[in-house]
């Protein structure tokens, strides 16, 4: 059974950073485009940034360009998810996907209030 962990999720006052992570024990990172996702309450589900699985190539919603950043480590088998400048329009659960595989990770919460 493939799993996907995200961790790095929590409480930051606005204007805080936090760094989310994502791994696998069963299924090797490199090989895939992976992307980060996020849902607020009563929203859709909604694309926050992607990577390729070769070259680097990123992108990202409007809404978090220039704060988030998207990168990977392959040697460590994991896809980062670097915040910024958070506001508490971030607030949501932040899922790792990897989307040529269909597969999703549980979820890590965060929330951004003072």
């Known amino acids: 059974q493939v799993q996907l962990v995200e961790s790095g999720g929590g409480l930051v006052q606005p204007g805080g950073s936090l760094k989310l992570s994502c791994t696998s024990s069963?299924?090797?990172?490199?090989?895939?485009?992976a992307a980060w996702y996020r849902q607020a309450p009563g929203r859709e589900r909604e694309l926050v940034a992607c990577i390729v699985s070769i070259g680097g190539s990123t992108n990202y919603a409007d809404s978090v360009k220039g704060r988030f950043t998207i990168s990977r480590d392959n040697a460590r088998n994991t896809v980062y998810l670097q915040m910024n400048s958070l506001t508490p329009e971030d607030t949501a659960v932040y899922y790792c996907?990897?989307?040529?595989?269909?597969?999703w990770g549980q979820g890590t919460q965060v929330t951004v209030s003072s």
């Open positions: 996907y990897l989307p040529t595989r269909n597969y």
């Open positions: 069963t299924i090797i990172f490199q090989r895939y485009p």
